[in-house]
Nanobody
Framework: GVQLVESGGGSVKAGGSLRLSCVAS????????MGWFRQTPGQEREGVAT???????TYADSVKGRFTISQDNAERTLYLQMNTLKPEDTAMYYC???????????????????WGQGTQVTVSS
């Protein structure tokens, strides 16, 4: 299997920045989608940003221009740089790995193969 461990969450004021990290360990797959998802109480988990094995990146419309996903393959670490944070970005953020296509991860997040434990991001106004 794969183990994913997130870090970097916290509390910031609106307009601030945070950088999330996700370190992967265990099995590696040549065709996989890595990404960040978020969830607030009572809501479905939603995609934030993903990057596939070819480096193709997809962002949710709500974070385009503010968030940047990147990865360090040598360190097996996924990052999410979050700038100009808004109160509506407040959520538990999860790192995820889908063994397959990113479009499947976006449309069926509940079927994603591996999840981290989550890191809380709180943005105050």
């Amino acid at each position: 299997g794969v183990q994913l461990v997130e870090s970097g969450g916290g509390s910031v004021k609106a307009g601030g920045s945070l950088r999330l990290s996700c370190v992967a360990s265990g099995n590696t797959y040549s065709f996989a989608c890595m990404g960040w998802f978020r969830q607030t109480p009572g809501q479905e988990r939603e995609g934030v940003a993903t990057i596939d094995s070819r480096g193709q990146i997809t962002y949710a419309d709500s974070v385009k221009g503010r968030f940047t996903i990147s990865q360090d393959n040598a360190e097996r670490t996924l990052y999410l740089q979050m700038n100009t944070l808004k109160p509506e970005d407040t959520a538990m953020y999860y790192c995820a790995e889908e063994i397959g296509r990113c479009d499947h991860a976006w449309s069926n997040p509940n079927d994603i193969n591996y999840w981290g434990q989550g890191t809380q991001v709180t943005v105050s106004s």
